[in-house]
């Protein structure tokens, strides 16, 4: 184990023994393993946005198996998905490298101004299918707030006795946020540090924009004249944010867009201390070749090799 690795480890020693496995077992695996950085491949966009709107650009990717594979030759860290593409993968590639199960799951055929995903899946699933952790989603800002919060906390309490590592998507939404607040610095930060507070042991959250959304925020950064004009110096307030960078933070890859753009932001994430990226449809949406050489360049930024 490399001394990157323990010391991550170290920030997780409240934990049980099979949690911190199940983190380090994440830390270890893929080309990245033993680096402190994780690509994390997530195909979790089919239930989340439906499967045309997924998987017609590469139609291969309707198949599970296809992902799964993806993420091993890509050399991902791990594989993210939901109840049913997990059950289609587990006894052939549970061994072969860390999944998560995306136990809470939302879709657009109703479009909520407050949303409430629903529990599609439990910790007992990820325990039987031989995953390394589970995957939950909350939406800070929602007026469900409650509902979701108390629902991760029972959540992780289970999956946490089963040795499971827990993974939060924190994506502010909900009607008293605009649409540009929902990727503003103030309350991504925010958003980190409340899954944090919840017990996550990995945090996704979305890259920060400059915008800063509530106006009590708003005094405090020009008070204090937190940094955050440039991307870099986001994402380090970010993670700053959860528990002063002890904490692994990781980045979503967002719609996709050109390789220009996603490698720029990517080495804003790498340069501002962020551990990573969980990249769905950037990667998978591709065709198989182009898919690994993306990811191959994506594994390249994060080790400083471009």
Request: proline share 6%.
């Amino acid at each position: 184990m490399t001394e990157q690795v323990r010391k991550i480890l170290s920030w997780y020693a409240h934990e049980n023994p099979g949690v911190r496995a199940k983190i380090a077992w994440m830390l270890n695996a893929g080309k990245l393993g033993g680096t402190g950085k994780l690509v994390i491949l997530p195909v979790d966009q089919g239930f989340e946005h439906g499967p045309a709107r997924s998987f017609a650009p590469n139609a291969p990717g309707y198949d599970p198996a296809y992902h799964v594979r993806l993420a091993i030759e890509a050399g991902c860290n791990a594989y993210a998905a939901p109840l049913g593409f997990i059950e289609a993968v587990a006894s052939e590639y549970a061994a072969a490298l860390p999944l998560i199960l995306k136990i809470n799951s939302h879709e657009v055929l109703c479009d909520e101004k407050d949303p409430m995903p629903a529990l599609t899946a439990s910790p007992r699933d990820a325990l039987r299918l031989g995953c390394a952790a589970i995957g939950y989603t909350i939406y800070p800002g929602s007026a469900n707030f409650r509902a979701m919060y108390e629902q991760l906390r029972a959540v992780t309490e289970e999956a946490k006795s089963y040795g499971l590592a827990v993974v939060v998507w924190s994506y502010p939404r909900g009607s008293a946020l605009s649409k540009e607040g929902e990727t503003a610095v103030d309350v991504v930060a925010y958003a980190a540090h409340i899954a944090a507070q919840m017990g996550a042991n990995l945090i996704k959250v979305k890259p920060p924009t400059a915008h800063v959304e509530l106006a009590e925020a708003k005094k405090v950064y020009e008070k204090y004249r937190i940094p955050i004009g440039t991307l870099s110096e986001r994402v380090r307030h970010v993670v700053q944010s959860a528990f002063d960078g002890k904490r692994i933070v990781i980045f979503s890859g967002g719609a996709a867009k050109d390789d220009a753009a996603v490698f720029e932001e990517l080495r804003g994430i790498r340069d501002g201390g962020g551990f990573g990226s969980i990249i769905g449809r950037n990667s998978f949406q591709r065709p198989h070749a182009q898919a690994l050489e993306f990811l191959a360049q994506v594994m390249d930024i994060y080790a400083g090799k471009a």
